[in-house]
């Protein structure tokens, strides 16, 4: 198969690169292997593209390693933030590009996709900005010696990516970690491989050297696990299921101890006081659970609607949510398209089911949606018990559930009984509700009479299993530097 092909979308044509990245070169997977990526409108395959496996990890890890210790080490942190502002430039001139590959691969409306490149070009950008602002302190010991810390980049950083962002998630990534001063080896979903190869060629356009960042298309069980228990990597940095990221830690354990940071599940709930803006909490609520067809990890899923206000609530939202346009994601007016693969959507089909079967009511949805594509309907239940699977496992699609609360304590003791913390959101009038509950919510990040909206600036993470670390900000700078304490003594020899 050949390293790169021509591929036609409703947006245009443009040329695909299919290799694995290495060394700033396409190159076929050592073992020869291949695999199909699907286009979720219509179940069609749109190519192929060369597989890595284990082998192909030891390659990619060792151009990364001899380009830490090498060139990379020469290139002054100013110039790696130049690099990664020309890298955002380009991202803003491939946008018409990059978004339409998104479309295609991941099935995210076009409109959806253009925010995703925007935000993902800010990201490096500011993370550019960054690269020569990373330093240490000089601490006052004692008279006779001068200490001071120096924050040195890690060394070789595995990063694992899903396909519910495929660009954005790629620039979470790259950005600090190459403005530190790393090197990347990043494993790709295999749902979504062709964006981010895409992007490849304009990190070559932007000057990066070769080693610097490799880019990886692969199944997790063979190149992400090669990526996690690997001898050589330094750091392994992980967005995805709670399930795999456990797979992760031990393996980051029982190899060479390196480095982990995972950004993981969650059922967050967004919690409507009687006091909200109705109109404001209603477009927040559709949005936090239907906004990437509720594959978000910080989706809004469960909604808590506070009993003197319920049933009036319950009905606007349907009217809402039933408003909701789906369909083909390059068309200007889709808002929802289809689910990523068949494997979501039978898994989201399997908990509406489940759902049924527990005895929650189906308010709106629970079907798929058309004949073709893995499209599935905008689903409310209500009659939600808090210990339904449904009200307690992730279920990553555009499902919510509804539950009536009686009063504050009650909503925070709801809010806080999932295993998960990634994020919450309270809506209410009253300044004191909003601050007290969102200080009481065991979560990330906490929006007040908002939902979804993520900043660069600002970091994101989660509590209990919803993951380890931060990402974003200046935050996200601490998992990819490390602390070297130097004392320089000035007087005489003590002993
Ligand atoms: P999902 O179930 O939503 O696809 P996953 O957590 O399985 O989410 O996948 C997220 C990323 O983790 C993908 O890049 C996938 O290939 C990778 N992955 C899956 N299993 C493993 C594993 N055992 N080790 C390392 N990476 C994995």
Redesign the pocket.
């Known amino acids: 198969m050949s390293l790169s092909t021509t591929i036609e979308t409703p947006a245009g044509k443009y040329e695909q690169p299919l290799g694995l990245f290495i060394n700033n070169e396409w190159v076929k997977g050592a073992e020869g292997k291949t695999f199909e990526t699907i286009n979720p409108s219509n179940e069609k395959v749109i190519t192929s593209v060369h597989e890595a496996t284990e082998k192909d990890v030891d390659i990619a890890v060792k151009a990364a390693r001899a380009a830490f210790e090498g060139v990379w080490h020469t290139v002054t942190p100013s110039e790696r933030g130049r690099k990664l502002t020309k890298l955002a430039d380009l991202f803003e001139q491939h946008i018409e590009t990059l978004a339409s590959i998104e479309s295609l691969d991941n099935g995210k409306s076009l409109t959806m996709a253009k925010v995703d490149v925007t935000n993902a070009a800010g990201c490096l950008r500011y993370y550019g900005g960054w690269a020569d602002k990373i330093h240490g302190q000089t601490i006052d010991t004692n008279p006779e010696t001068l200490s001071y810390t120096r924050h040195e980049p890690i060394g070789v950083c595995g990063q ?5 962002f495929p660009l954005l998630m790629w620039s979470w990534k790259i950005g600090p970690a190459v403005a530190s001063g790393n090197t990347v080896v990043m ?5 979504t491989p062709l964006s981010a190869l895409y992007a490849c060629k304009l990190i070559v356009e932007a000057g990066f050297p070769p080693g610097v960042i490799n880019m990886l298309s ?4 063979t ?6 228990s690997h001898m050589d990597i330094d750091k392994i940095a ?8 456990r ?2 830690m031990q ?1 980051a354990a029982k190899s060479n101890l390196k480095k982990v940071t995972l950004e ?1 599940g969650g059922k967050s709930p967004n919690i409507v006081f009687d006091d909200a803006d109705i109109d404001n909490a209603i477009s927040w609520a559709n949005f936090g659970i239907f906004f990437n067809h509720g ?1 978000c990890c910080c989706a809004g899923s469960r909604l808590l609607v506070q009993e003197g206000i319920y049933d009036k609530f319950v009905a606007r939202f349907k009217e809402r949510a039933a408003a909701n346009k789906l369909g083909d994601p390059f068309a200007a007016d889709t808002f929802q398209g289809p689910q ?2 068949q ?2 959507f039978d ?1 989201i089909m399997e908990y509406i089911n489940h759902g049924k079967n527990e005895g929650a009511t189906v308010a709106l949805g629970g079907d798929r949606h058309g004949k073709e594509g893995y499209f599935i309907q905008p689903t409310v239940f209500t009659d939600v018990t808090h210990d339904m699977k449904i009200a307690q496992e992730e279920i ?1 699609g555009p499902v919510i559930t509804v539950q009536k609360f009686k009063d504050e304590a009650d909503a925070i003791k709801i809010g806080n009984s999932t295993s998960y913390g990634l994020a919450a959101a309270v809506h209410t009038k009253n300044v004191n509700t909003a601050i007290r509950v969102s200080n009481a919510l065991k979560a990330g990040t906490v929006w007040i009479n908002s939902y979804n909206l993520i900043s660069y600036q600002a970091p994101f993470g989660g509590f209990k299993t919803s993951g380890l670390g931060r990402e974003l900000g200046s935050y996200a700078l601490e998992n990819y530097t490390q602390v070297k304490t130097v004392h320089y003594r000035l007087g005489d020899a003590l002993f």
């Open positions: 694992i990516i899903p396909w519910n494993k790709t979903a295999e749902q692969g199944f997790g069980r190149a992400g696990a090669a990526l996690s992980f967005t995805g299921s709670t399930m795999v990221g797979s992760i393996a993981l594959q990523v693969s494997l979501q898994r990553f």
